[in-house]
């Protein structure tokens, strides 16, 4: 890990193996996966809920796209980062400033994303 302290995380991805391969690479990076959802009304539960200290969101989840998970987070201060396979296309206005991660995931980039929502 590059000297960032452990972390708390909740990842909303629909594909499992995607799903599966994020929570590696964050545990190699020292953190803790403590939720994960398939859907969005589940995700919508964990962000209301859970004890995070950031989050990784699927823009796009079986369908249905996750700012109403990111809105949950923000009304509750917790950073969190778009994933998506398009890039920044996918963004909706109004959430064009926060992190995004490209898909298929890659420590660096993980890295890179996770220090930049803990940057001031």
């Not at 923000?74 to 926060?98: C, H, L, S, W």
């Amino acid at each position: 890990m590059t000297g960032q302290t452990p972390k708390r995380v909740m990842i909303v991805e629909d594909e499992v193996l995607l799903a599966m391969h994020l929570e590696d690479l964050l545990t190699a990076l020292g953190h803790e996966v403590v939720g994960q959802a398939t859907r969005i009304d589940m995700a919508v539960e964990l962000a209301r809920e859970i004890d995070i200290d950031f989050a990784v969101l699927d823009i796009n989840v079986a369908g249905t796209k996750s700012f109403s998970v990111a809105d949950i987070l923000g009304k509750r201060g917790i950073p969190f980062a778009f994933a998506t396979g398009y890039g920044a296309e996918g963004m909706m206005d109004g959430y064009r400033d926060f992190p995004v991660l490209r898909k298929p995931y890659a420590q660096e980039d993980l890295e890179r994303t996770i220090a930049l929502m803990f940057r001031g």
